[in-house]
């Protein structure tokens, strides 16, 4: 599986950093990085529920459940 390029994430998180810096009262970005912004953060959360899926089916498929039945024995 490629690495996820997040570069568009850091340079946004950057921003912010930058803005709250300078204790600027707003963040603007032009509509391209706001595009990039947003395809990225879709792959990554595909990415990631992809991942769980796939950690779900696995736990799932390697779980063994015991019972034994004593018909209340024990109990008493």
Do not use: C, Y
Request: aromatic residues 4%; glycine residues 6%.
């Amino acid at each position: 599986m490629d690495p996820l390029n997040t570069n568009e994430i850091e340079r946004f998180i950057q921003a912010v950093k930058n803005a709250e810096n300078s204790r600027a009262k707003e963040l603007r970005i032009d509509i391209q990085n706001a595009k990039n912004l947003a395809f990225t953060l879709g792959l990554v959360m595909s990415r990631l529920h992809g991942d769980l899926e796939k950690l779900v089916t696995s736990q799932e498929d390697n779980q063994t459940i015991e019972i034994n039945l004593d018909q209340g024995s024990s109990w008493g």
